[in-house]
């Protein structure tokens, strides 16, 4: 399966303001940057990091120590029998190879992976296309929890797709953390929940893995995204997917995390509710547009979704 380039997020030696290694007189506001920890690699060509807390609290929920962006030399090599802190590193762009408890992977746009105590783990960079690849370290009594929510524990590596989904996240965490406000720490917190979570939400098979599958599963969920309105019952959707049923449900218990009745009524719902705002609609008439029998199973299902009926929206506008 090849993930195709999403060219709307910039790319990092294009847009991304960075620290190039090589300069002789970085900005002041580079200059101030604290010593680095002999746990980063110099082999690198160009950098931004930032350093939040070194000497975190052990009772802390989640403590941001660092993180940042790196693009790799060529000779670029990590190879660590254990780490201090917790970690997720994520490729933009490149390829190169992971090693996590003696088990290799393939890394390349989209990979994400997590390593931690006790966790050895050797990382090189194919000298014809260095990585480009984001990080951040954190401890916390949370942080295994994290970690095992987004199905990323540690010691494990997974994808995502789109491959550039995460990047705008890292790019704003990069930010918060290189300020360095009163506020970061907790700013940077709350970014890698957030993180976290669209770790899980845009999961994809590992290259070479379930590529059928999933490519099944993404045909399904455009197929869902673009004719919900006209959409009536799950039975027509797997038919015009060309699926069974019960493997449609299959596809996305496995791959979204709820199921394809859920995912095209919450479409139908925000779908509704947009159209509750305009002057003049009756809450019949989306009810209808929506394909549902009558009002009153719209109104149980509005309110199965946003928790208030839809008259009640009305009266809000």
């Given at each position: ?97 992971l090693k996590l408890k003696h ?52 010691g494990t590596v997974s994808h ?158």
């Amino acid at each position: 399966m090849r993930f195709p380039r999403n060219p709307g997020i910039p790319i990092l030696d294009q847009d991304i303001p960075i620290f190039d290694l090589s300069m002789k007189n970085p900005p002041p506001s580079l200059r101030r940057e604290p010593p680095k920890p002999d746990f980063f690699s110099a082999q690198v060509s160009q950098a931004r990091r930032f350093y939040l807390d070194l000497r975190p609290h052990p009772k802390s929920r989640l403590a941001i120590v660092c993180g940042g962006i790196e693009r790799c030399a060529p000779g670029y090599v990590i190879d660590r029998k254990s780490f201090p802190f917790y970690s997720i590193e994520y490729v933009a762009s490149g390829v190169g190879r992971l090693k996590l408890k003696h088990k290799e992977h393939l890394l390349q746009a989209g990979s994400v992976f997590s390593y931690g105590p006790g966790v050895p783990h050797t990382i090189t960079t194919d000298p014809q296309q260095p990585l480009t690849k984001y990080f951040v370290d954190f401890s916390g009594v949370a942080a295994t929890d994290l970690l095992e929510q987004c199905r990323l524990r540690s010691g494990t590596v997974s994808h995502v797709f789109p491959p550039l989904e995460l990047q705008p996240l890292f790019e704003e965490l990069t930010r918060d953390g290189v300020r360095g406000t009163r506020q970061a720490p907790r700013l940077c917190a709350s970014l890698l929940d957030a993180l976290a979570l669209k770790i899980l939400e845009s999961r994809a098979p590992l290259p070479g893995r379930e590529t059928l599958a999933f490519e099944t599963y993404q045909h399904c969920l455009e197929h869902l995204s673009r004719n919900f309105i006209r959409l009536r019952t799950m039975q027509q959707a797997a038919s015009e997917c060309h699926l069974d049923q019960a493997y449609l449900c299959r596809l996305f218990s496995k791959y979204h995390q709820e199921t394809p009745y859920r995912f095209l009524l919450r479409l139908k719902m925000n779908y509704a509710a947009e159209r509750l705002q305009s002057p003049g609609v009756l809450v019949k008439q989306v009810a209808e547009e929506t394909g549902f029998a009558n009002q009153f199973h719209f109104s149980r299902a509005f309110k199965s979704v946003f928790g208030i009926c839809p008259s009640a929206l009305s009266r809000m506008r």
